[in-house]
């Protein structure tokens, strides 16, 4: 059996936090708090049973990034490999909700935190940062010792481009109500 390097036990605990991260949005904003679907902003999946049935797509989706992270997390260790999980995981965990806010929130509009909300863009970025770009530099900082560094110049880059990115979406939102009155309710959703 070849012996895998230790970037891929970075990747697979980073793909775990991935995951993990889709399950703590799914569990907590689609089921308990029911903020939003998936697919809430999407018009021609207005149906409550539709939008249930694309969320339970994408935790099937999940499942299967989990249980390929944790089988191959599994072949590692066995072969002598065990390594730092916390800090991958932590990074793959707000990488998951970086890459919804500005997939899902901004450049596709599927869904956002609380669409309901008079100012959707501040829960957004709130959870952004807070479950994104917190858990990341977390990540970056409980890395090991020793290289590579660039994995925390790497988090850096990502945490300030998402944050110029809920910025960027601030500014468009607003300008975009200024100038176009009737789009503003469309908007705020």
């Not at 959870?127 to 858990?135: A, D, I, Q, S």
């Amino acid at each position: 059996m070849a012996q895998i390097s230790g970037r891929g036990w970075a990747f697979w605990c980073g793909a775990l936090g991935f995951a993990l991260g889709g399950f703590f949005d799914g569990i907590l904003l689609h089921q308990i708090l029911q903020w939003h679907h998936l697919l809430s902003l999407v018009p021609a999946i207005a149906d409550l049973r539709a939008q249930v049935l694309w969320d339970g797509y994408f935790h099937a989706l999940m499942y299967v990034i989990v249980s390929v992270a944790l089988y191959r997390l599994w072949k590692l260790n066995r072969s002598g490999n065990g390594r730092n999980i916390l800090s991958p995981l932590l990074i793959g965990f707000g990488a998951w909700h970086v890459a919804d806010a500005v997939l899902s929130h901004w450049l596709l509009g599927i869904h956002r935190i609380r669409p309901e909300s008079s100012q959707p863009l501040f829960w957004d970025l709130l959870w952004l940062v807070v479950f994104g770009l917190l858990p990341m530099v977390a990540g970056g900082l409980f890395r090991p010792p020793g290289p590579p560094k660039h994995r925390t110049v790497l988090v850096s880059v990502l945490s300030v481009i998402a944050l110029i990115g809920g910025v960027w979406a601030l500014i468009i939102a607003q300008e975009l109500s200024r100038l176009y009155p009737t789009l503003r309710s469309r908007l705020v959703r």
